[in-house]
């Protein structure tokens, strides 16, 4: 066996009740690589991952560390073998500091009572090389998520790992965060340390990646080195098929105005936004995490409060005392995460589905449960989810097909008007393309998308006019061939007070 | 026996839901198993009474079930109901008509849900303690009204004793209303709309608000029916006993809880069955029978009760687990 291979993992198998998760997954992490695993949602890298560290027995295979062969009955094993994990939703507690957090389960003591002064100056020391302005003292949920995430990857270093995993990583930050986090992930590869890097974005991967493995339906397709393969080969391999072109052809008429928003304005949070949408295009609201635009879209849908500001639909001013009333006139919000506020995850796919439209579809208050399985078969069709029986618990589904069925809760009213926050947040690159082309489908029906997205690539290749907004206003509007990323980084860049 | 159990279960998992289906086998073997160490379990006597014992607490299960769904719980119920069968006394022996007076009792219960309703739906307060405080402020009225002793009905219109003393076709009457609310109460919150709201506000209320949904006002409701079901189960237990305590109904939110989350409730919310509750308090019911029947003392009811339902919340859990793993 290769000396220089800190993690070999060998014909792996590995089932749930009706699926075959792994069939049979060899993979092996040289020591000070940083290796990436792609696939689509479903594809088994959380699997695999859970498997290496830990949090899963694998049914068949073999697990080696530092050619030594392992066996994790739990987390607390692969961790203490060497194996960090810094995940997707931060494993911290945020009522406690980031010295308890990072040194959690091994507090120093001095006579069985925790020595503090000893645990911030560890702490310091572990957050040293990250030169951040973290205080140990500080609660963990007065953390920006970039900062938090800086905690999390301190600690799993200060645990002496040989092989840190990182889970999409960079879904919740922006551009600059982003870059410093490579930053540090190049500096723990030239501590010979390896990593493993888990990530949907392939711009990225091949910004800071070594070598690359995809996952297809439980089996590894191929191990590549970046620099030997493309973005496009890559995506063939993990989808099967040839996607085409990556996002779907652009609309270049203009039509009358759909929605026409003046002035909305809230203390501290935005001011004076005003913009129209247009139909037969699909607008996109841009800016750096914390810009104010979900709040801005929030208001105007008469969800959270708001100073100053109107809006009107299609001529017509719309009193906004509610959400309901915007639903009512055809205006509603696609939240950016599903499980905290856009699903109702015990319960049915169907049940999901007809949540808006309870009231329209129900007889006499009584719900007909025929008519909404055939409204949740329409849909499931329409938008290619994937599923066992309609009945089926949400929690069930992947991450894709959960927010399939977010959409559809939407589309099932029939809106004029749909604001979609971070459509595609933490879904593969194949239900990803699937919703952007039905997004552009959706606006050359009529309806009037919104699409706010800190991916720039996204916004690029879906939008046809852009808004950039930055920290509560607007900076800059973007129309056809200058809808670029260069162009929108420049604006919010070149009004940088802070 | 083993594989008529297997089979009986392969039925009624067909029916419903996983939960219900073991309740029933559960109850299917203690019967068996009562019946067998003392027969008198199923003499029509001992059938009947311990129908009469659990149609009270079954009311009230109807309108717990709809709470814990919605992701709270109304300890105030035993309270509202003594205090709706002392103040229809307490109003019969001024002189009003007993009818009329069972009418203002089940209004002045429903205020007490809808200031419920009100604190926790639109202000936002905390279910536990919010109905703690009620159950207080509630049973402290009864205190008050009754002096601590019982209000007797002797003085008035004997109809309505017919409701809960009464049998028609030799069926308790006030079983027969129980069977009757239950049934339109699992329907309604099995099939209607306004039922289903309170599930989403209870499985995710910050996705019900996005659903377009009125939270506070759905919660409102709830606690309304929630006191009428326990005022009208306060009412059917004066019919009964003809004499309104000062304890009444002290203890049964307990009971009622229990039976709802051994019957498949979920404490967080989103989940629940009137059936499943009824089931639940048919299980307690027949336990309690049991410990009768077999001259335990009464002293031990209180720590059998716990024990079961540690013991079904217990089993619940385990089986999510492994249903998940």
Redesign the interface.
């Known amino acids: 066996m290769n000396k220089e291979c800190i993690l070999k993992v060998e014909e792996v198998y590995k089932s749930f009740?009706g699926t075959l998760a792994l069939k049979g997954v060899s993979l092996e992490i040289k020591k000070g690589e940083i290796h990436s695993l792609v696939g689509e949602n479903g594809a088994g890298k959380s699997t695999l991952m859970n498997v290496i560290s830990g949090v899963l027995h694998a049914d068949k295979g073999r697990v080696f560390l530092q050619g030594k062969e392992v066996y994790f009955h739990n987390p607390n094993d692969a961790q203490k073998a060497g194996i960090g994990f810094v995940h997707q939703e931060l494993a911290l507690c945020p009522h406690v500091s980031v010295a308890e957090n990072v040194f959690i389960g091994r507090l120093p003591q001095k006579n069985g009572i925790i020595d503090r002064k000893k645990l911030y100056k560890l702490t310091e020391e572990v957050l040293a090389p990250f030169q951040s302005v973290i205080k140990p003292e500080q609660k963990v949920s007065e953390l920006s998520v970039a900062q938090q995430q800086v905690v999390e990857i301190a600690k799993a270093l200060s645990l002496n790992c040989k092989l840190v995993i990182f889970d999409e990583p960079t879904s919740s930050l922006n551009e600059s965060e982003a870059q410093a986090l490579f930053k540090i992930i190049r500096d723990i590869k030239s501590k010979e340390i390896s990593v493993l890097y888990i990530s949907h974005k392939l711009s990225e991967i091949f910004e800071i990646c070594d070598r690359i493995t995809i996952l297809r339906d439980g089996i590894k397709i191929a191990t590549h080195n970046i620099s030997e393969t493309t973005s496009e080969s890559i995506v063939t391999e993990m989808v099967g098929r040839d996607l085409g072109n990556l996002y779907p052809a652009k609309s270049s008429k203009k039509g009358e105005p759909i929605l026409h928003v003046t002035n909305f304005t809230r203390k501290n949070k935005f001011s004076n936004i005003s913009f129209n949408l247009n139909e037969g295009e699909i607008l996109g609201l841009s800016g750096l995490v914390g810009s104010g635009r979900t709040e801005v879209v929030r208001a105007i849908c008469g969800?959270d409060p708001f100073e100053k500001g109107g809006v009107s639909i299609r001529g017509k001013h719309i009193k906004l005392n509610?959400?309901?009333s915007a639903?009512q006139n055809g205006l509603c919000?696609m939240?950016e995460d599903r499980k905290?506020?856009?699903?109702?995850?015990?319960?049915s796919i169907t049940?999901n589905i007809i949540?808006?439209l309870?009231?329209k579809i129900?007889k006499r208050?009584?719900?007909p449960?025929k008519q909404t399985i055939i409204l949740a078969q329409k849909y499931q069709k329409k938008l290619n989810i994937r599923y066992a029986d309609p009945g089926q618990k949400v929690n069930s589904l992947s991450g894709g097909n959960q927010q399939k069925v977010m959409i559809s809760?939407l589309l099932a009213i029939n809106p004029g008007i749909i604001i979609m926050d971070e459509p595609t947040r933490g879904i593969d690159v194949g239900a990803k393309s699937e919703i952007h082309n039905m997004l552009r489908e959706l606006c050359n029906s009529g309806i009037g998308i919104i699409v706010i997205s800190s991916e720039l690539p996204e916004i690029v290749g879906v939008c046809d006019r852009v808004v950039v907004m930055h920290e509560g206003m607007m900076v800059s509007e973007l129309t056809g061939e200058d809808v670029t990323s260069e162009k929108i980084i420049s604006s919010i860049s070149s009004t940088k007070v802070s | 026996m083993k594989s008529s159990q297997g089979s009986i279960k392969r039925v009624i998992h067909g029916i419903r839901g996983f939960k219900e289906s073991t309740v029933i086998l559960i109850i299917i073997l203690l019967c068996t198993g009562i019946s067998i160490s003392a027969p008198i379990f199923l003499s029509l006597d001992n059938l009947k009474t311990t129908a009469i014992g659990l149609a009270c607490d079954g009311i009230i299960g109807i309108g717990m079930t709809l709470s814990l769904i919605s992701g709270g719980f109304d300890l105030s119920v035993g309270s509202v109901m003594g205090l709706s069968a002392v103040l229809t006394a307490l109003f019969a022996g001024m002189g009003i008509n007993i009818w009329l007076a069972a009418f203002l009792a089940v209004a002045i219960s429903l205020i007490i849900g809808l200031i419920n309703g009100i604190l926790i739906g639109k202000v936002g307060l905390n279910p536990f303690i919010t109905t703690l405080g009620m159950m207080s402020i509630a049973r402290g009225g009864v205190f008050v009204l009754t002096q601590g002793t019982s209000l007797s009905i002797n003085n008035a219109d004997q109809s309505f004793r017919f409701l809960g003393s009464g049998n028609l076709f030799g069926i308790p009457v006030i079983a027969i209303i129980f069977i009757v609310l239950a049934i339109l109460g699992d329907f309604m919150v099995r099939k209607s709309s306004p039922a289903m709201k309170v599930f989403y506000v209870g499985s995710n209320e910050k996705a019900a608000i996005l659903s377009g949904i009125n939270t506070g006002k759905v919660k409102l409701y709830v606690y309304l029916f929630t006191a009428l079901m326990a005022s009208l189960a306060g009412i059917l237990s004066l019919s009964r006993f003809g004499v309104a305590t000062a304890n009444m109904g002290s203890g049964s939110e307990m009971r009622v809880i229990s039976a709802a989350v051994i019957g498949g409730a979920a404490l967080a919310g989103g989940e629940g069955s009137v059936f499943g509750t009824v089931l639940g308090v048919l299980l307690l019911s027949i336990i309690n029978n049991a410990l009768v029947l077999f001259n335990v003392s009464v002293h031990w009811q209180n720590l059998i009760a716990g024990t079961i339902l540690i013991l079904a919340v217990t089993i619940d859990l385990l089986s999510h687990k492994r249903k998940n793993k």
Request: net charge neutral.
């Open positions: 009740p969800i509610n959400y309901h639903i919000y939240s905290l506020d856009g699903l109702f995850l015990n319960m049940h949540a808006i309870l009231d129900s208050m009584i719900v449960k809760k």
